[in-house]
């Protein structure tokens, strides 16, 4: 199946400071990438859609202006984290479909777990 | 907006037993079901799926079932090993409408007694 990759794969950072995230569909061109976020012993939770070459959509309850994206290629979509808190600790998750393999399954990356301390 | 309902959280099972997982959603116009194990610290890996004008897909010991009237689906492991202990999610979509968003249920946490 196609593949999805995110770096970092953790990462520890100081409150107040920024984070990117990168997550990269490396076989296949991804026009739309989703970005999860994940608390411990939670359900994945949607928090926007990357949108190559336009704005991405966010979900509801979720700040435009603190979880950045962007999708300059067809191939990566990043998400920075502003201004990092403890409470924005999680595991973040991307996911690409591959529309050359019809455009349904979601293939996930590996994950990025994010500590703010 | 759509609702997926995941149940039991929990499931522990003897080695070599079945595993049934059910799920439910609320949206009539979903037509596409996958099913995802996680294991941990890692992202969730698909296992299988099945779109709305089918009933039943198997897979060697993994199968999955979808009741569109009752809109139910349910995921069924046979012969269960250790190695299939891990978090399992299914998934909603609708198919065809722009992002086509995956709501996922809350996971079952399924343990494999050796």
């Known amino acids: 199946g196609a593949v999805v990759s995110q770096h970092p794969s953790w990462v520890i950072c100081k409150s107040g400071t920024s984070v990117k995230i990168e997550c990269r569909s490396l076989d296949f061109q991804a026009t739309t990438m989703f970005w999860y976020r994940q608390f411990p012993k939670q359900s994945l939770m949607l928090m926007a859609t990357s949108n190559e070459g336009s704005k991405a959509t966010y979900e509801q309850g979720v700040e435009k202006d603190k979880f950045l994206i962007n999708h300059a290629s067809l191939t990566l979509s990043t998400l920075t984290v502003t201004s990092a808190h403890p409470e924005d600790s999680s595991f973040y998750i991307c996911?690409?479909?591959?529309?050359?393999?019809?455009?349904?399954?979601?293939?996930f990356g590996q994950g990025t777990r994010l500590t703010v301390v | 907006g759509e609702n997926v309902e995941q149940h039991p959280s929990t499931l522990s099972v003897q080695e070599g037993d079945s595993a049934v997982i059910k799920c439910t959603y609320s949206d009539s116009a979903s037509n596409y079901f996958p099913w995802y194990k996680q294991e941990l610290g890692k992202g969730p890996q698909l296992i299988i799926d099945?779109?709305?004008?089918?009933g039943e897909k198997k897979d060697q010991r993994i199968a999955v079932t979808l009741n569109k009237t009752a809109k139910h689906f349910s995921l069924h492991i046979t012969e269960t090993q250790p190695e299939d202990s891990a978090v399992y999610f299914c998934a909603a979509s609708r198919r065809g409408q722009g992002a086509q968003k995956l709501v996922f249920g809350q996971g079952t946490r399924l343990t494999i007694n050796p």
């Open positions: 996911s690409a479909r591959d529309p050359g393999a019809g455009g349904t399954e979601a293939f």
């Open positions: 099945i779109r709305s004008n089918v």
